[in-house]
């Protein structure tokens, strides 16, 4: 019942704890008219502030003004009323109107400078600084273009005062200034202090987050312009007055080829349609999603289904004539209303931007939304070598590919792809009449040929029964066509395909669908696709045998060649693929010998290609035999073997002038080198061979797994930013690989949030963790590897201070946990942590639920040191919201804490428990001190001095904390300050002699201070 004046100001304080939105405004309106039943001008004031703030901040600032004119007929009539607090945001919300006024093009611009005037005359008449004034004349400048120069120097030469805004809004400010007159890196120097977190406020650095996310891409700093994405869209997301920031991060995922996140960001945001309070702020995110769905539009998605306004269902084409008809109209409203061209002309500049990058910008967070889009670069790459012509006339075109596919060329498959094209636009009637028509074979060859192209197609998504099925057909296909040894080497790779989907990651060449069965066997990945394997495939060995008996038979025909030399290579390659396959699943760890069936088979079906390799002249067959062999060493711990092998096949590749071969051979020899440590020279080697294969276009190259190691190697040489940026572009890429894929690119991101919680980055990591859980149904059934990420992720939370949402992950956690029969401990140990998250939201029932359910817990699955901290912090929190009448609880918790740690010592006698004994100790110690009960304090803080001296050196750090906290109760609350300096001078040699500096000066500086 709001009755009362004490009522509707407890209602006000209860409203003003509430987060910023549409709830917090509607009661914010109930409590204007509650305070209006009351004659007191003081809540009257209270209320209506608190309206223009909730107002302010729920994209609804075209309302203020009508507000702000009562508070100021309140002020005007009976100013003594106002509280401090109150009288101070008189004057500062001039400004909050100020804005509101030129961002609502119905506001004669002649109304905005009256207001300014009224600004002027009213902090010259209350004696306040003018700085102010002339910020809000820049402002105005700025937005309608004229004299902008002239009223930022007017503005930025002046003074702060204490009216001004915050130095991060002011930085903010003079860097958007830059940007527009087209200095970025005087912009990004500029906004350093707020980028960085030196100076925050309220919205900062979130908002400067998103306006500085081109000019960082401009300057082609991608690592910050990743980490402002993560950290900036994360506070904006579904925020009513931060439409202008969302609809930059939607612009930004357009600019850097991130289209499915542009598109998934819009989802989330969809409601933002519906905010019309804010005019300028509605046009900056109309503009920033027009960048985006103009680009699909391009690209040719207009049939595309994307997120519109609520009530419809629309389309790429359909939204696009939305945004265009609304936001042309709203910015031409402005112009008029402005008497200038300024706001449309800074729209049509940002719809004329295009895509900065060649490559998606890795952002190290996954995207469900039309992942369709997800493997296609919106701007062509830049060629890094010259292409293969294409031919004009069609059999020119079929017999370079041939040539091409003969050599293992990336180009073959283009031009294959072109074949594929005109084949089905024009029939048949392309090979009549076609010069080489001997040579060009018939309609039946071509299709059974581009069979093959689409059974490597279907490898390349790795969809292993298709590509097996359409291998199957191709070898009917040549069959009929009399070519009966294209046909075996098409049924052979058919009988090997399978056995790719179960195998070591990325091996899938030797069953390749280009009809050379070129690869490595191992492709430069590391061995988590081989560790997660299903044991379900077996080889054929039989079927192998008799492939290889008729290839015999058939080479040895008389009449001439019934079987071709490559097709003879492509039988012998998928029997040592076979064998290198069984060997790998199971090979123990070094330096165990293999068993010998298996090592048998593989050492004689790679020798047999090898030597026929060589004896037809193939290096590139023959490369591929010898880097069989060398992963297998590798594997059994021949490091230095294997690397002589691998360069080998680089050299001899380089030699015969096929350097499009190296990439595997440079990824499988970087793998070599990481397993060895050698990580400084595995990394340069891996780098090397991603660059030889997007030089070559080479689209069946293992990208996820080469920058994953290549990330593990950068993170063991300490080289953060690298590792970070690796591991960002491995989890795109296994994205791109589609749903087979998911669970790759979630353990990535685990390994991705580690680093960034380990680099200090933890909004990042966050970010990059919420995106794990939110698309674990794709990610298949890993209980272990969510739990995980949901533990991980409430952490963070937790060091963001984000206290309630933390506290949602654990109890989310917690109903996960409920099911597992392994590992119970980590009940025990969720529920003590969601129990200090929950405190710390002020949510004070359901923590004291959890406290019991984390002792109950204890009692048969022990986790001392996280239940004695929950204790302990319970403890600090109860005297800290409470003071001296929380003494009692805090004890309680307290009395608590020794009883598990009592209860452990039992348990194991010869646990090392001084750390918890201490630490309640010190607990115990501060809470008589609030209490005033300072000689309890001070023998519980030497009781805590004692205890940490059992942990020896590494109990120093903390122990040096207990003297401090004894020495400022012996002095400050007891009086004794000459033995407190006594202490503190002991306390100052001992730091100094461990090497503790920080600690010795914290404590020098406190003996100072008892000293004056």
């Not at 209350?126 to 105005?140: M, S, V």
């Not at 804490?897 to 646990?911: I, T």
Request: glycine share 8%.
């Amino acid at each position: 019942m709001l009755d009362t004046i004490d009522a509707v100001m407890a209602a006000l304080r209860d409203n003003d704890a509430r987060p910023y939105g549409r709830q917090r405004t509607v009661t914010a309106e109930e409590l204007v008219d509650a305070a209006d039943q009351f004659d007191d001008t003081g809540l009257r004031a209270m209320a209506l502030l608190e309206l223009m703030e909730a107002y302010e901040y729920d994209g609804e600032r075209s309302k203020a003004p009508v507000v702000f004119a009562r508070v100021l007929k309140l002020w005007d009539t009976d100013p003594d009323s106002f509280g401090e607090w109150a009288k101070q945001q008189v004057f500062w919300r001039f400004k909050w109107v100020a804005t509101s006024l030129l961002g609502t093009p119905d506001v004669p611009l002649a109304s905005v400078r009256r207001w300014h005037g009224e600004m002027r005359d009213r902090y010259r008449a209350a004696g306040h600084g003018l700085q102010p004034y002339y910020a809000q004349r820049f402002h105005l400048a700025a937005h309608i273009g004229e004299d902008v120069q002239d009223a930022y120097e007017l503005w930025a030469a002046r003074p702060r005062t204490e009216l001004s805004d915050c130095h991060a809004c002011e930085v903010r400010a003079a860097a958007s200034h830059l940007v527009r007159q087209g200095d970025d890196e005087a912009a990004l120097t500029a906004w350093r202090p707020v980028l960085s977190g030196e100076s925050t406020c309220a919205e900062e650095p979130h908002v400067s987050h998103a306006q500085a996310l081109l000019p960082l891409l401009r300057q082609g700093r991608l690592d910050e312009a990743r980490s402002s994405h993560l950290v900036g869209y994360r506070f904006a997301r579904g925020k009513s007055g931060l439409a202008r920031s969302v609809g930059q991060h939607i612009e930004f995922c357009a600019l850097s080829g991130n289209e499915p996140r542009g598109l998934e960001i819009l989802a989330e945001n969809r409601d933002l349609f519906g905010v019309t309070g804010d005019p300028i702020g509605r046009l900056d995110f109309l503009t920033g999603v027009e960048v985006l769905i103009a680009g699909l539009a391009r690209a040719g998605h207009g049939a595309l289904t994307v997120s519109g306004p609520p009530g419809a269902s629309w389309t790429v084409d359909t939204l696009l004539a939305h945004l265009r008809t609304e936001a042309d109209a709203l910015a031409a409203r402005f112009d008029a209303r402005n008497g200038t061209g300024a706001v449309g002309s800074r729209r049509r500049d940002r719809l004329a931007r295009r895509p900065l990058l060649a490559e998606p910008l890795a952002l190290g967070v996954r995207a469900s939304a039309a992942p369709e889009l997800a493997a296609v670069p919106v701007v062509p790459a830049v060629p890094v070598r010259e292409a293969e012509p294409e031919p004009e006339h069609f059999a020119a075109l079929v017999l370079r590919a041939r040539e091409l596919q003969l050599l293992g060329h990336p180009d073959a498959d283009r031009l294959w792809r072109r074949i594929d094209e005109r084949l089905t636009a024009e029939g048949e009637a392309v090979l009549t009449g076609a010069a080489d028509a001997d040579r060009l074979g018939t309609v039946g060859r071509l299709c059974a040929e581009l069979a093959e192209r689409r059974a490597h197609a279907a490898l390349d998504r790795e969809d292993w029964e298709e590509a097996a099925a359409e291998l199957r057909d191709a070898g009917d296909l040549f069959e009929r066509e009399g070519l009966v040894g294209r046909a075996l080497a098409a049924r052979t790779r058919a009988l090997v395909a399978p056995l790719v989907m179960d195998g070591p990651a990325d091996a899938d060449d030797s069953a390749d669908g280009d009809g050379s069965g070129d690869g490595d066997g191992s492709g430069g990945a590391d061995d988590s696709g081989a560790a997660e394997a299903v044991a379900g495939t077996v080889v054929d060995w039989a079927a192998l045998d008799a492939a290889l008996a008729r290839a015999d038979e058939l080479a040895a025909a008389s009449g001439g060649p019934a079987l071709a030399d490559d097709d003879y290579l492509v039988v012998l390659q998928c029997r040592a693929y076979a064998a290198h396959h069984e060997l790998v699943r199971v090979l123990p760890e070094p330096p165990e010998e293999p068993p010998a069936e298996q090592a048998g088979r593989f050492a004689l079906a790679v020798t047999a290609y090898r030597e026929a390799a060589a004896a037809r002249g193939s290096v590139r067959r023959l490369t591929v035999a010898r880097q069989y062999a060398a992963d297998v060493a590798a594997r059994q711990g021949r490091i230095t073997e294997a690397a002589e092998e691998l360069r080998t096949v680089i050299a001899e590749l380089e030699r015969a002038g096929q350097p499009w071969h190296t990439p595997r051979a440079y990824g499988l020899l970087g793998q070599a080198l990481l397993q060895n440590g050698e990580q400084a020279e595995a990394v340069e080697v891996l780098h090397r061979a991603l660059a030889a294969a997007a030089r070559w276009a080479d689209d069946s190259y293992p990208f996820a797994a080469t920058y994953l190691m290549a990330g593990h190697a950068s993170a063991h040489l300490g080289d953060t930013g690298a590792a970070i940026r690796a591991l960002s572009e491995a989890a795109g890429r296994f994205d791109r690989k589609g749903p087979a894929a998911a669970g790759d690119a979630a353990r990535t991101r685990l390994q991705l949030a580690d680093l960034l919680t380990g680099a200090d980055r933890t909004a990042d990591a966050v970010a990059v963790l919420e995106s794990v859980l939110a698309d674990a149904g794709a990610a298949g059934p890993d209980d272990r590897l969510f739990a995980q990420a949901r533990l991980d992720l409430a952490r963070g939370l937790y060091t963001l201070d984000e206290y309630r949402d933390a506290a949602e992950e654990y109890l989310r956690l917690a109903t996960a946990l409920e099911g597992w029969t392994e590992d119970l401990h980590l009940r025990t140990m969720v529920a003590a942590e969601a129990a200090v998250a929950l405190a710390l939201a002020d949510r004070w029932e359901a923590a004291h639920a959890a406290r019991s359910r984390a002792l109950a817990a204890q009692e048969r699955w022990p986790q001392t040191g996280p239940v004695s901290a929950m204790l302990r912090q319970f403890a600090r929190l109860v005297v800290q919201q409470e003071g001296a009448d929380g003494l009692e609880q805090a004890l309680a918790r307290l009395a608590e804490a020794d009883a598990v740690r009592g209860r452990a010592e039992q348990a194991e006698p010869g646990a090392d428990v001084w750390y918890l004994r201490a630490s309640v100790h010190y607990e115990r110690a501060r809470a008589f001190a609030v209490a005033d009960r300072h000689e309890e304090a001070l023998a519980e803080a030497e009781l805590a001095i004692t205890s940490y001296e059992a942990g020896g050196e590494s109990a120093e750090t903390p122990r040096a904390e207990a003297v401090r906290l004894a020495a400022l109760i012996e002095g400050t609350d007891l009086g004794r300050r000459a033995a407190a300096r006594e202490r503190l001078a002991a306390a100052v040699g001992r730091c100094r002699r461990y090497g503790l500096e920080e600690a010795a000066e914290i404590l020098a500086d406190l003996r100072e201070r008892l000293a004056d």
